[in-house]
């Protein structure tokens, strides 16, 4: 039989101890009672066992709560009666704990107090309330409303195959639709659904694109196929294409927000059966590639497109008659900040190349936008500014003539040479020097770059031979300012170093033109080139002799390329009018000094050409120095497709 033993636990605090001590007192108090009857009863204590208990029933009474100290916080106006006595009162309490009233004799002791939560004012707002109104129609109200309309059935063509059917309905002969369709409102709600329906179709492309989903660097199997895999297409809207095929003649990344994206259409090769087709300019966003979210009609063909990187809410659209629009892509239907005038064209040839140069640089002018560079078909180079005006302020920089003697470079025989119609070349593309921000290089079709300098105006700095034909584009290194390739019509890329007249090494794989070629954004050692069929992959590090990938997608022709801000998509137009968004996999692991890896595997495709190795090593260190990079960094004065450039990134959402 078990001994049962209540306690009760004093209020203010009991131990294990204490329990165990009173315990032990229970127990001699019962032996005590048990010897004082057996000595009453005459009993023998000779072979009597005291009984022990088997186990001891402990039972904690809980006692009422004691409160020792409360202080509650409080949240008043400052300016009543009360909030300048709670400011006294904080004030006091600050005194005791932190000033000099810290100093008096205290004691430590254990407590709960509740913590101070400070709050704004903006925080103690009114709770908003709502209710659920019932609305009451019946089937007879409704057949009554759409009898009164006029319904008219339309049939959609959503491709070559695909067909839909849309009835509206009118309103005493006017559609209800187009007026809701002209609210601001309305369209951004329109935009931002598109946006939701498109994200369940494209989640896993547009993670791709993101780069969500890299290789895993510790992966036991690793396959370097250099490959591009086919991500979405920016398809031109039927309503946009009209009857004439229009193709994309230039591409334009936003350099503040990687997202969007813009196309220009018009004609990428000039024939009689398209001299007089229109043009458009479309805002693509990764978030809806199934609708573009800007559009811009044009009467006559657009010949290219470029964000500011100062401004990029600005957008430069050069046109085929020589006209310059800058557009705010985003306000709604807005007209140009600025175009040029008709009186003002010091030309009517078709723009090819726009590039926005830095404010810091314009001596003795004072505007509030960058100014911009603008490459003529007739060769001209000139300079635009904003100003507070509807028209833009022109300035003829240079007007490139043809070359009569025989410039540094590749050798040519121009003893052969026909009479050339005008004395002026072509003008086919232009680049900005990634540290120097006053030069920049000209590209005509005799395949001669010329070096010119917005501080000598009427005049070129140097001239270069780099390709036997027209020369269509030039890229600088990511990794060095003095290393940059350039590729034309002669069927080859050629790679040169700033102080050797001469091509350390060709690229020469297809038989056709190259279109575009950029250098790799996150290996130094890859190239990519665009010719008219193909995508090709080089390595520099494996081999120049042929590329490690070249793909073909439908045979279609492509006119232009360009690399996304993180260097792992691109965007590549054909004269179908799509732009094919492409990602770079099964891409070998990025250097960690990729300097290095570039500088090493150089001299290694030179280890059989001994002279040109050395007029490399006399060179010594060609890449960026501390300096150069501290002052990129600082004031952005490199291109927006430079690796090494940290502009401050502001999101500019179109909107």
């Given at each position: 039989?078990?001994?049962?033993?209540?306690?009760?636990?004093?209020?203010?605090?009991?131990?294990?101890?204490?329990?165990?001590?009173?315990?032990?007192?229970?127990?001699?108090?019962?032996?005590?009672?048990?010897?004082?009857?057996?000595?009453?009863?005459?009993?023998?204590?000779?072979?009597?066992?005291?009984?022990?208990?088997?186990?001891?029933?402990?039972?904690?009474?809980?006692?009422?709560?004691?409160?020792?100290?409360?202080?509650?916080?409080?949240?008043?106006?400052?300016?009543?009666?009360?909030?300048?006595?709670?400011?006294?009162?904080?004030?006091?309490?600050?005194?005791?704990?932190?000033?000099?009233?810290?100093?008096?004799?205290?004691?430590?002791?254990?407590?709960?107090?509740?913590?101070?939560?400070?709050?704004?004012?903006?925080?103690?707002?009114?709770?908003?309330?709502?209710?659920?109104?019932?609305?009451?129609?019946?089937?007879?109200?409704?057949?009554?409303?759409?009898?009164?309309?006029?319904?008219?059935?339309?049939?959609?063509?959503?491709?070559?195959?695909?067909?839909?059917?849309?009835?509206?309905?009118?309103?005493?002969?006017?559609?209800?639709?187009?007026?809701?369709?002209?609210?601001?409102?309305?369209?951004?709600?329109?935009?931002?659904?598109?946006?939701?329906?498109?994200?369940?179709?494209?989640?896993?492309?547009?993670?791709?694109?993101?780069?969500?989903?890299?290789?895993?660097?510790?992966?036991?199997?690793v396959s370097y196929r250099y490959r591009v895999e086919l991500l979405w297409r920016f398809q031109l809207p039927h309503t946009l294409a009209g009857d004439k095929q229009k193709a994309v003649a230039d591409l334009s990344w936003c350099p503040r927000n990687g997202d969007i994206l813009a196309v220009a259409y018009g004609v990428y090769t000039f024939r009689d059966d398209n001299a007089n087709s229109d043009g458009c300019v479309c805002i693509w966003s990764i978030k809806n590639p199934v609708n573009p979210e800007r559009q811009y009609k044009y009467r006559i063909p657009v010949m290219t497109v470029e964000f500011s990187p100062y401004n990029p809410q600005l957008l430069a659209v050069g046109l085929s008659d020589g006209t310059i629009e800058v557009l705010n892509i985003t306000e709604l239907e807005a007209p140009p900040i600025a175009r040029t005038h008709r009186r003002s064209l010091h030309n009517c040839?078709?723009?090819?190349?726009?590039?926005?140069?830095?404010?810091?640089?314009?001596?003795?002018?004072?505007?509030?936008?960058?100014?911009?560079?603008?490459?003529?078909?007739?060769?001209?180079?000139?300079?635009?500014?904003?100003?507070?005006?509807?028209?833009?302020?022109?300035?003829?920089?240079?007007?490139?003539?043809?070359?009569?003697?025989?410039?540094?470079?590749?050798?040519?025989?121009?003893?052969?040479?026909?009479?050339?119609?005008?004395?002026?070349?072509?003008?086919?593309?232009?680049?900005?020097?990634?540290?120097?921000?006053?030069?920049?290089?000209?590209?005509?079709?005799?395949?001669?770059?010329?070096?010119?300098?917005?501080?000598?105006?009427?005049?070129?700095?140097?001239?270069?031979?780099?390709?036997?034909?027209?020369?269509?584009?030039?890229?600088?290194?990511?990794?060095?300012?003095?290393?940059?390739?350039?590729?034309?019509?002669?069927?080859?890329?050629?790679?040169?170093?700033?102080?050797?007249?001469?091509?350390?090494?060709?690229?020469?794989?297809?038989?056709?033109?190259?279109?575009?070629?950029?250098?790799?954004?996150?290996?130094?050692?890859?190239?990519?080139?665009?010719?008219?069929?193909?995508?090709?992959?080089?390595?520099?590090?494996?081999?120049?002799?042929?590329?490690?990938?070249?793909?073909?997608?439908?045979?279609?022709?492509?006119?232009?390329?360009?690399?996304?801000?993180?260097?792992?998509?691109?965007?590549?137009?054909?004269?179908?009018?799509?732009?094919?968004?492409?990602?770079?996999?099964?891409?070998?692991?990025?250097?960690?000094?990729?300097?290095?890896?570039?500088?090493?595997?150089?001299?290694?495709?030179?280890?059989?050409?001994?002279?040109?190795?050395?007029?490399?090593?006399?060179?010594?260190?060609?890449?960026?120095?501390?300096?150069?990079?501290?002052?990129?960094?600082?004031?952005?004065?490199?291109?927006?497709?430079?690796?090494?450039?940290?502009?401050?990134?502001?999101?500019?959402?179109?909107?």
């Amino acid at each position: 039989m078990a001994n049962n033993t209540t306690i009760k636990m004093d209020p203010m605090r009991v131990t294990l101890a204490d329990i165990q001590r009173g315990i032990t007192l229970s127990k001699q108090l019962d032996n005590f009672k048990t010897f004082a009857t057996t000595l009453q009863c005459g009993r023998s204590l000779v072979g009597s066992a005291t009984r022990q208990p088997k186990h001891i029933k402990v039972t904690l009474w809980k006692t009422s709560e004691i409160l020792l100290f409360e202080q509650r916080s409080l949240t008043v106006l400052a300016n009543t009666d009360e909030g300048k006595a709670i400011a006294e009162d904080n004030e006091r309490y600050d005194y005791l704990t932190s000033a000099q009233g810290r100093r008096r004799r205290t004691i430590d002791a254990e407590a709960q107090t509740t913590a101070l939560l400070y709050k704004s004012r903006d925080v103690n707002t009114e709770r908003i309330r709502t209710d659920n109104v019932a609305s009451y129609v019946s089937n007879f109200e409704m057949f009554d409303t759409y009898k009164d309309l006029q319904a008219t059935t339309k049939s959609v063509e959503l491709d070559e195959h695909k067909k839909m059917e849309i009835t509206t309905y009118r309103v005493e002969g006017r559609d209800t639709f187009i007026d809701i369709n002209q609210q601001q409102s309305f369209r951004l709600a329109l935009m931002l659904t598109m946006r939701a329906l498109a994200g369940n179709v494209f989640e896993r492309q547009q993670r791709r694109f993101r780069n969500m989903c890299l290789p895993d660097p510790l992966a036991t199997q690793v396959s370097y196929r250099y490959r591009v895999e086919l991500l979405w297409r920016f398809q031109l809207p039927h309503t946009l294409a009209g009857d004439k095929q229009k193709a994309v003649a230039d591409l334009s990344w936003c350099p503040r927000n990687g997202d969007i994206l813009a196309v220009a259409y018009g004609v990428y090769t000039f024939r009689d059966d398209n001299a007089n087709s229109d043009g458009c300019v479309c805002i693509w966003s990764i978030k809806n590639p199934v609708n573009p979210e800007r559009q811009y009609k044009y009467r006559i063909p657009v010949m290219t497109v470029e964000f500011s990187p100062y401004n990029p809410q600005l957008l430069a659209v050069g046109l085929s008659d020589g006209t310059i629009e800058v557009l705010n892509i985003t306000e709604l239907e807005a007209p140009p900040i600025a175009r040029t005038h008709r009186r003002s064209l010091h030309n009517c040839e078709p723009i090819v190349a726009i590039k926005w140069i830095s404010q810091s640089d314009t001596i003795g002018e004072n505007y509030a936008t960058e100014p911009f560079l603008a490459l003529s078909r007739d060769g001209a180079v000139t300079k635009y500014s904003i100003i507070n005006s509807p028209h833009l302020l022109a300035n003829q920089l240079v007007l490139l003539d043809r070359i009569e003697a025989k410039p540094e470079g590749i050798q040519l025989d121009r003893t052969r040479e026909l009479l050339q119609a005008n004395r002026h070349p072509q003008g086919l593309n232009l680049c900005l020097s990634p540290i120097q921000s006053d030069i920049y290089y000209a590209l005509t079709d005799e395949g001669s770059l010329h070096k010119c300098s917005t501080h000598y105006p009427r005049q070129h700095l140097s001239v270069l031979q780099v390709q036997e034909a027209g020369a269509n584009a030039m890229d600088f290194s990511p990794w060095s300012p003095k290393l940059y390739l350039t590729c034309g019509n002669d069927w080859s890329l050629n790679i040169w170093l700033d102080g050797i007249f001469q091509p350390i090494f060709t690229l020469k794989h297809h038989i056709g033109p190259i279109h575009c070629a950029h250098w790799s954004r996150t290996h130094s050692t890859i190239i990519i080139s665009l010719s008219r069929n193909y995508v090709d992959v080089w390595d520099i590090k494996q081999s120049i002799l042929r590329p490690m990938s070249s793909t073909s997608i439908n045979g279609e022709y492509y006119t232009c390329c360009d690399l996304s801000l993180c260097g792992r998509s691109l965007a590549v137009g054909n004269e179908a009018g799509n732009v094919l968004m492409l990602a770079f996999e099964d891409m070998p692991f990025p250097a960690y000094y990729q300097y290095d890896q570039l500088e090493k595997a150089i001299l290694n495709l030179l280890s059989n050409n001994k002279e040109m190795k050395n007029k490399v090593k006399s060179l010594g260190f060609f890449g960026y120095t501390e300096h150069v990079r501290y002052r990129i960094k600082k004031h952005g004065k490199r291109s927006k497709k430079s690796h090494t450039e940290t502009i401050e990134r502001t999101t500019v959402e179109i909107t």
